[in-house]
């Protein structure tokens, strides 16, 4: 299974971003899909999270600026970030848990896109 993630960038603050992450392989259901970030010099943290009946959670400090969403079709989740703060930037990476044709369960991560906050 690949993760395939795009939309980072270079944005000023109160800016916005879309995230996308798309999953391809054998991939017979997703249990969930997520976004962590990690800024340099601090641990790996996940931003928002949504799962296969559509319960979301979000981390304290994006609640009401970010918001996570899927297409189940097309294995892809979104994270529409709003009203950037320089405290945004991290790499931020796509996780997903799914189960295979033989129902065993993984979880997988993308490579990690660059969002940079700054005027």
């Known amino acids: 299974v690949q993760l395939q993630a795009s939309g980072g960038g270079l944005v000023q603050p109160g800016g916005s971003l879309r995230l996308s992450c798309s999953a391809s392989g054998s991939i017979v259901s997703i249990n969930a899909m997520a976004w962590y970030r990690q800024a340099q010099g601090k641990q790996r943290e996940l931003v928002a999270g949504?799962?296969?009946?559509?319960?979301?959670a979000y981390e304290d400090s994006v609640k009401g600026r970010f918001t996570i969403s899927k297409d189940n079709a097309k294995n892809t989740a979104y994270l529409q970030m709003t009203s950037l703060k320089p405290e945004d930037t991290a790499v931020y990476y796509c996780n997903i848990n799914y189960r295979d044709m033989w129902d065993h369960e993984y979880i997988s991560w993308g490579q990690g896109t660059l969002v940079t906050v700054s005027s």
């Open positions: 949504i799962s296969s009946g559509g319960r979301i």
